[in-house]
């Protein structure tokens, strides 16, 4: 099947709508090669969704080759298509039936792969930072990803989320509700224009607490806004002001 792309009119911060066809690489648990022509869903250039008959294990490594748009890439910007390592943050099934289909997101983290790839395809990362290119970097990971591995406080948290330019910092946001919040992330309601992969900054005055973040899912709602699932890179929110107010909580 071949690669290609056809762009719609519709083009906001960051990211852009349209229809483009990618090729997904990988290998499975053991390690034989696997490919697969996939529809992004959302693309940015720090990352992209898209669905596959195929479940990708979070923390895990996939290449895509894509024939992104010139000035949403971080590099190659005169090749034909880009060639880029995107770290898994989301894997769910969609699919009800017998024939499976699963919703992935991935964070883009550069040309190459980390050289204990070559060795472990199966090797997990987490994502440490970003580069000075905008993309994101990676570190191994010592266990596997384990969902639901912290405390979730279902409690509304007032917030600023402020959209984050790699070039120039911070260029507007909103001011908006959390729904829950735990040390290593939330889920935040947001009408702005962010897909997976991309970067915001979450900001609390009211427990002193700014970090940086990447969308790891976002699902659509009815009243017109999408519940975004935040995963805080470096710092961790500061859930002891949580205890102390006795907020209850629940594993989850």
Request: hydrophobic residues 35%; aromatic residues 8%; glycine residues 6%.
């Amino acid at each position: 099947m071949s690669v290609h792309s056809q762009l719609s009119s519709k083009q906001h911060t960051g990211s852009i709508s349209m229809s483009l066809q990618a090729v997904v690489k990988g290998r499975d648990n053991s390690e034989r090669p696997w490919k697969e022509a996939a529809h992004l869903i959302s693309v940015s250039p720090t990352g992209s969704s898209f669905n596959l008959s195929r479940q990708c294990e979070v923390g895990t490594l996939v290449l895509l080759l894509v024939p992104l748009p010139a000035h949403m890439r971080c590099y190659d910007h005169d090749k034909d298509i880009y060639r880029v390592w995107g770290l898994v943050q989301h894997s769910a099934r969609i699919s009800a039936d017998d024939k499976p289909e699963f919703h992935i997101g991935v964070a883009f983290i550069g040309k190459n792969a980390p050289a204990s790839y070559k060795s472990d395809p199966q090797q997990h990362y987490r994502i440490s930072g970003v580069h000075e290119n905008g993309m994101w970097s990676v570190e191994e990971s010592k266990t596997p990803f384990k969902k639901r591995s912290d405390v979730r406080f279902w409690q509304q948290v007032d917030l600023y989320l402020a959209l984050i330019d790699t070039k120039h910092g911070s260029f507007g946001g909103e001011r908006t509700v959390a729904e829950n919040v735990s040390r290593s992330g939330a889920a935040v309601f947001s009408t702005l224009d962010v897909n997976i992969g991309d970067r915001v900054k979450f900001i609390s005055a009211e427990y002193d607490f700014s970090g940086l973040a990447v969308v790891c899912d976002r699902q659509e709602g009815d009243d017109g806004r999408a519940k975004l699932h935040l995963k805080f890179v470096q710092a961790a929110f500061p859930v002891e002001t949580f205890m102390k107010t006795n907020v209850m909580a629940e594993e989850v």
